[in-house]
């Protein structure tokens, strides 16, 4: 089994950075997704942002070009880097992996974007 533990979430005022990571408690195999959901109150669990093994990495249109997703196989971990954040960003993250038809979940970090 995989266990993820997210961390880095925080408060920011809007125009702030944050850095999430994601750490596994194990290595997974070959062909894994990695990928940030988002949950705001009320609202639908959302991709957003995803890297595969190879690198090859998909965001979701309301944060390209102010998040940046990378994986460190070294240290089993997974990072997100928010920049010029907004209060809509504002909601739980959550860190995902797919691999050999499993999929892991961690159990969130609260991110909250002020004014």
């Known amino acids: 089994q995989v266990q993820l533990v997210e961390s880095g979430g925080g408060l920011v005022q809007a125009g702030g950075s944050l850095r999430l990571s994601c750490a596994a408690s194990?290595?997974?195999?070959?062909?894994?997704?990695w990928g940030w959901y988002r949950q705001a109150p009320g609202k639908q669990r959302e991709l957003v942002a995803s890297?595969?093994?190879?690198?090859?990495?998909n965001y979701a249109d309301s944060v390209k070009g102010r998040f940046t997703i990378s994986r460190d196989n070294a240290r089993l971990a997974m990072d997100l880097q928010m920049n010029s954040l907004k209060p809509e960003d504002t909601g739980a993250y959550y860190c995902?992996?797919?691999?050999?038809?499993?999929?892991?979940w961690g159990r969130g970090t609260q991110v909250t974007v002020s004014s």
């Open positions: 194990a290595s997974v195999s070959i062909g894994s997704i």
């Open positions: 890297i595969t093994r190879g690198d090859a990495t």
């Open positions: 995902n992996v797919k691999y050999g038809g499993f999929t892991s």
